[in-house]
């Protein structure tokens, strides 16, 4: 054992002589025995080494001035981390019964009379001294096993991570083969009819009637392989974040409305029990994606319910959320395959004859889709047999209030475009705004984004020439509040900016903006510009960014 680690004792007497001769007693035997010897000259001083050293046993005067032996006793067993150092009473007076039980009471393991006799002494010490190397060896003991079981239960959970990584990796990719296997079968379907079809149309002596329908089947199978390719396309585009919302301001009910008509006017509602209870819930999302959300929930509760069934179609306001529920009384869903209803090539069991079809990606889309438009979506099913719900919760918006927008300056009399200049250098936007006066635009001024903002609400120009290094809001900002509101989303986006790094262009246009300018601006190009915005093509623009 090293010296660190030796058990300690402490001597604790106030006359100077005895102190020394205990100390020195002790110490003959402290190399055989290995302990070390503490010494201390009071009561207080006895406490202050017991505060930074533990001890195998104390040897403490009774009579002592100030604090005596028991008083100091008393004091080093209150504290928790030395209740248990055993202490051996020193007097040089024969103790009555009293003063025992009360040396007891103070927590005294044993009673030694000077003059000491050595060998009991040291015989006294040494059951201290190996009780306490034992207590110490039990305690590495402990802490070695305690570190081998944290490290063994780290192991394990490793094991089990890895165990369930494994698993679902085996599972990822046997949905895959059945992905792969389902996607050949529902290619195999349209190609096989589309290609008899075509032959059909190749034989001489078909009637009139077989080569119109044998179109219709060419023409009927090749839109179900577009919109297998569509499906796939757009989940794609979801899941690596490519697809951009072109957002607006959308009643819920008028939009699952026109979807329920498509269904009826398709005959895919006949002989279903449809029920409705759509309330107007507005939202700001992009039209064609929520018409793709409604119709694939749709779809789906008619191709898991059999002819004779329920669906419920309701759309409510729940708190801050416009929330469309969408009920059947088909199959249902299995509890196992509840919380994997959403996933990627997720589908029922797989039958050989296919009967429900699709590629088990709709559902996939809807909530990549719906997550895009900062809503949830969530399924629910008493199990097979029971039918299942799902539902669409999206952020509410204000209603349409219906009043008419401020008149739109798309261009002066003789055909110049409305042009917004947004510049905090005054000198600099009075140079521009003169030049671009004389040329016979009108425009429209502003010194701050903020300012640029509101004026562009205001007066919607048709092109707005924004610099980038703004106070209040910067020309970045300014571009995706402008791209946000439908009214300023039209608004041709020109950045006006002294930095010219590739990486300057990229964070422009992911801002919005249409145009990267760099000053000072070539003259004749930035008319070009203007000139071509004025044309309808150039002032439809291109397609506003998601902000």
């Known amino acids: 054992m090293s010296d660190f680690h030796k058990p300690k004792i402490l001597v604790v007497n106030d006359d100077a002589a005895s102190l020394l001769a205990l100390t020195s007693l002790l110490e003959q035997w402290a190399d055989d025995s290995n302990y070390e010897v503490l010494s201390a000259r009071s009561g207080q001083d006895a406490l202050r080494e017991v505060l930074r050293h533990d001890f195998a046993v104390i040897l403490l005067d009774v009579n002592m001035p100030g604090m005596d032996g028991f008083e100091t006793a008393e004091a080093i067993h209150q504290r928790p981390r030395s209740a248990d150092i055993p202490i051996i009473f020193v007097t040089a007076f024969l103790a009555d019964e009293i003063d025992r039980l009360k040396a007891y009471q103070r927590g005294a393991a044993d009673f030694m009379f000077t003059p000491v006799i050595p060998q009991v ?64 079968h529902e290619l195999r379907n349209p190609l096989s009819a589309i290609s008899s079809a075509a032959a059909l149309l190749g034989m001489a002596g078909a009637n009139a009637e ?17 919109r297998i390719v569509d499906d796939l396309l757009d989940l794609s585009r979801a899941m690596s974040g490519k697809i951009l919302l072109s ?18 006017a398709t005959g895919r509602t006949s002989g279903y029990g449809i029920e409705t209870q759509l309330q107007a819930g507005w939202v700001d999302g992009d039209a064609t994606r929520l018409e793709q959300i409604a119709s694939n929930l ?18 409510v306001h729940d708190g801050d959320d416009v929330v469309l529920r969408v009920r059947d009384s088909g199959v249902g869903i299995a509890p196992d395959l509840l919380p994997h209803v959403f996933d990627v090539f997720v ?3 797989i039958s050989i004859d296919r009967s429900q079809g699709g590629l088990g990606i709709g559902l996939s889309l809807v909530r990549r889709l719906v997550e895009l438009h900062g809503g949830s979506v969530s399924a629910s099913s008493p199990g097979t047999s029971g039918g299942s719900t799902f539902e669409i919760r999206l952020p509410r918006a204000e209603a349409q209030d219906g009043t008419h927008a401020p008149a739109h300056h798309d261009a002066a009399p003789d055909g110049k475009p409305t042009v917004l200049l947004i510049e905090d250098n005054d000198d600099g936007r009075e140079m521009m705004a003169t030049m671009l006066g004389s040329f016979g635009y009108p425009v429209l001024q502003a010194a701050d984004g903020i300012e640029g903002v509101r004026v562009a609400l205001a007066e919607r120009p048709t092109v707005a020439l924004v ?12 571009a995706r509040r402008l791209r946000r509101d439908e009214a300023t989303r039209h608004i041709r986006l020109i950045a006006l900016t002294g930095y010219g790094l590739a990486e300057d262009q990229r964070r422009v246009l992911e801002a919005g903006f249409d145009l990267h300018l760099v000053k000072p601006v ?3 190009g930035l008319l070009a510009q203007l ?3 004025a044309t309808p093509a150039a002032a439809q623009g291109l397609p506003a960014p998601a902000a």
């Open 121 to 184: 002494l040291r015989a006294k010490v040494q059951v201290f001294v190996t009780l306490a190397t034992k207590n110490e060896q039990l305690k590495r003991q402990a802490e070695k096993l305690s570190q081998r079981t944290t490290e063994l239960t780290a192991t394990n959970k490793r094991l089990v991570r890895e165990m369930e990584e494994r698993r679902a990796a085996e599972r990822k990719s046997s949905a895959k083969d059945e992905f792969l296997a389902m996607l050949g």
């Open 522 to 524: 070539d003259l004749d």
């Open 531 to 533: 000139d071509a915005a």
């Open 210 to 226: 077989s080569l119109a329908r044998a179109r219709l089947i060419i023409q009927r199978q090749s839109q179900h392989l577009s």
């Open 347 to 349: 589908q029922g069991t």
């Open 247 to 264: 957002r607006k301001r959308l009643d819920m009910a008028a939009l699952v409305s026109s979807c329920l008509d498509t269904f009826r």
């Open 298 to 315: 749709i779809d789906n509760a008619l191709k898991y319910t059999p002819a004779g069934g329920r669906i419920e179609i309701g759309i």
């Open 467 to 478: 610099d980038i290094g703004l106070p209040g809001i910067d020309g970045y900002e300014v």
